[in-house]
């Protein structure tokens, strides 16, 4: 593999986070239990949208066939997209959602504040941008981590229920492959091993003053590094690769 | 089924740039400090119109009766030597 | 007898006063004395208003997952935020009247309060996306830049903030209409499709003609409503046509033509019937709207009930 092509495949697994967890935040649209959390929702959503447009554009450039974020998002097939499948599953409840963020986000925030000092300029400038983003994201979903798991009896046992079905899907976040090892080696991607023990740590932290139980590490889902998905992913595409597919020569 | 809460309502107070007053911008609900602040960010800095943010329980706001307004304002009306060009000056004084 | 002399006259030095002070176009702020009609008039308003407001981002909510590009989508779900903003806002603004949102939103649940009709129409290509932009934000601009000047300090504040967060609704919507007309066959299809679909509905916003309306005597004598239903739908009529001129698009109007004389443009009959029908809860989407938002407001139910237990918690430890 050469250095271009874990690149190319790495900012993608990057990209598609952003782009699939926002598509999953935008559904909150006019759906929150409260109008001030729908503002806060779609504030998310775009803080991801636009990494998603930042990284895939870098991507398109590194495989240097002239593709934009666009054609990246609005013209891949499912196999071709490699976000993890945590980002793809349906929205569940609030807690489901929440719980979500609150894994992810503190992953995120780990992940680029390391690679705020990777190699490849961009990918730390874009890293630094979403640092910020995202330590935010974290400070909100730790404070309705909190809320739930320590408001009513129905709200506990929904974080938790939350909390024990996401529970296998946050394995495959610090997986490694082919991709990553090259570019390791070259400084340019994040030891996934350092930030694994950083994540735990915070996550039992939060949990435990949330009044909720850790589950044990148990089988963790993977496949998303080969672009294998959850059948969810593909229900995704098809609405927001919708207009692109049905009018392939009109532009928006 | 348990008596159905918006939450509590929280005014917001804005800074737009580091130095300046803190200025009424709106109100916001949440049900503690931490998420009136967040909610405050969310909804009134999403265009970078802030620095700074203060956050205060509706009901910790005192406010003026308007009908003690003769009382309370009109009397500074006209006390006119609190204000510099109620003074003469000598002819020539400069930078005063 | 001589008891209710003297409540009546203190009621009318009441009434004089709160009149002069809108004769001299001061604001009225929350704790000023007014008459309760006119506090009914404004929650009944207001709270209307802030209803449409929230209403209205279920049609565009319904295009969110399916903008055609990241910018597409980015300006959508910024302007469907925006809407959410205003929905604040305004329930703010009226509660300061002593209503709370809670109140409000029993209100729309029962069918006391309305909400805009023009959201009971569906969204039903990514052109009325663009539609919905143009004309409909572009009709409620018109109404709103004129509420700005409105009595009630806390409505007219709101007011002043939301237009300026809606200057870009218009224009993101009217591009949208723009690119589609300079677009493929298909696209141009959908975006005239979608104009001959809300132009009348977007008229209709403005409500009855000046010679209909019930509401004109006392909300103009008060300085509520600034500027009537006709002259408002005058002028949104008067800067549309030319925007759809330069477009290449035709407005579904056969009578409207230019009128020198009177320097705007003459329209053809408005169907007041489809108005009426669509208000009393027959209109395409009714039931949708008010079924998703019960449905949103009863599913948070528990989480905001989560957050109040949590801070009941909270202080209970920081008093024992
Ligand atoms: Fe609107
Ligand atoms: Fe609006
Ligand atoms: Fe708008």
């Not at chain 2, 509590?8 to 609900?29: L, R, T």
């Not at chain 3, 029962?110 to 129409?121: E, L, Q």
Request: hydrophobic share 40%; aromatic share 10%; glycine share 6%.
């Amino acid at each position: 593999m050469t250095q271009e092509q874990a690149l190319y495949k790495y900012c993608l697994r990057m990209g598609d986070d952003a782009l699939i967890h926002a598509y999953r935040l935008s559904e909150w649209c006019s759906n929150a239990p409260i109008l001030e959390e729908d503002l806060a929702l779609t504030n998310f959503a775009l803080d991801m949208i636009g990494r998603a447009q930042a990284i895939l554009d870098y991507a398109g450039k590194i495989d240097g066939k002239g593709k934009t974020s666009d054609d990246l998002a609005y013209r891949r097939k499912e196999r071709d997209f490699y976000n993890h499948l945590i980002m793809e599953l349906p929205n569940g409840d609030f807690a489901y959602t929440m719980a979500r963020i609150l894994f992810v986000s503190i992953f995120e925030y780990y992940f680029f504040s390391e690679l705020s000092h990777s190699a490849d300029t961009t990918l730390a400038a874009i890293a630094a941008k979403t640092v910020k983003e995202v330590k935010y994201h974290m400070a909100h979903a730790t404070d309705w981590a909190l809320r739930l798991g320590d408001g009513t009896d129905e709200s506990n046992t929904r974080m938790q229920q939350a909390v024990d079905d996401l529970w296998a899907y946050t394995g495959e976040l610090f997986e490694t492959d082919d991709a990553t090892a090259v570019l390791e080696d070259r400084n340019i991607a994040v030891d996934m091993g350092m930030i694994r023990a950083k994540w735990k740590t915070d996550v039992t932290r939060i949990l435990t003053e949330a009044k909720l139980k850790i589950p044990a590490d148990g089988y963790n889902q993977t496949g998303s590094g080969n672009g294998v998905h959850t059948e969810y992913l593909g229900h995704i595409l098809s609405e927001m690769q919708y207009l692109q597919r049905a009018y392939p020569e009109a532009i928006w | 089924m348990a008596t159905d809460s918006q939450l509590a309502m929280w005014e917001v107070f804005m800074q737009s740039k580091p130095g300046a007053n803190y200025i009424h911008a709106g109100s916001v609900h949440a049900s503690d400090k931490e998420m009136a602040l967040q909610n405050a960010r969310d909804t009134y800095t999403r265009r970078g119109e802030g620095t700074s943010i203060w956050v205060v329980p509706s009901n910790a706001i005192v406010a003026s009766n308007p009908d003690d307004n003769e009382m309370f304002f009109d009397p500074a009306n006209d006390k006119v030597y609190r204000i510099p060009t109620f003074y003469v000056m000598p002819e020539g004084a400069k930078a005063i | 007898m001589e008891v209710l002399e003297k409540k009546n006259e203190i009621q009318d030095n009441l009434l004089k006063n709160f009149e002069a002070k809108i004769d001299r176009g001061d604001a009225i702020e929350p704790r000023d004395k007014m008459p309760d009609a006119y506090r009914k008039h404004l929650i009944r308003q207001m709270s209307q208003h802030a209803h449409s407001e929230v209403i209205g981002m279920q049609p565009e909510g319904n295009w969110i997952t399916r903008a055609p590009s990241l910018r597409a989508r980015q300006i959508l779900l910024a302007k469907i935020q925006d809407e959410g903003g205003h929905g604040l806002y305004l329930y703010s603004a009226a509660e300061t009247l002593g209503i709370s949102r809670r109140e409000m939103i029993e209100q729309l649940h029962s069918g006391k309060a309305k909400y805009s009709n023009i959201f009971n129409y569906p969204a039903l290509t990514w052109a009325d996306i663009g539609a919905i932009g143009w004309l409909v934000d572009g009709a409620a601009i018109v109404n709103q830049v004129s509420l700005q000047r409105t009595s009630y300090g806390p409505y007219s504040r709101a007011m002043v903030r939301i237009c300026k967060e809606e200057s870009f609704h218009q224009r993101q919507g009217y591009e949208i209409m723009a690119k589609m007309m300079k677009g493929t066959k298909d696209q141009q299809e959908m975006a005239r499709d979608a104009m001959n679909r809300w132009w009348w509905p977007s008229l209709m916003m403005f409500g009855p003609h000046d010679s209909e309306s019930p509401h004109t005597g006392d909300a103009v004598k008060w300085k509520i409503k600034r500027s009537s239903n006709d002259e408002l739908r005058q002028k949104f009529i008067d800067k549309t046509v030319q925007q759809a001129e330069v477009i290449g698009l035709t407005i579904p109007d056969k009578d409207l033509k230019w009128n020198e004389a009177k320097k705007c443009y003459d329209h053809g009959p408005i169907n007041w019937e489809e108005f009426y029908r669509v208000i009393s809860g027959n209109g395409p989407c009714n039931k949708q709207r008010m079924a998703h938002h019960v449905k949103v407001h009863n599913d948070g139910a528990w989480v905001r009930e989560a957050a109040e237990a949590y801070r009941q918690k909270k202080e209970k430890k920081i008093f024992h």
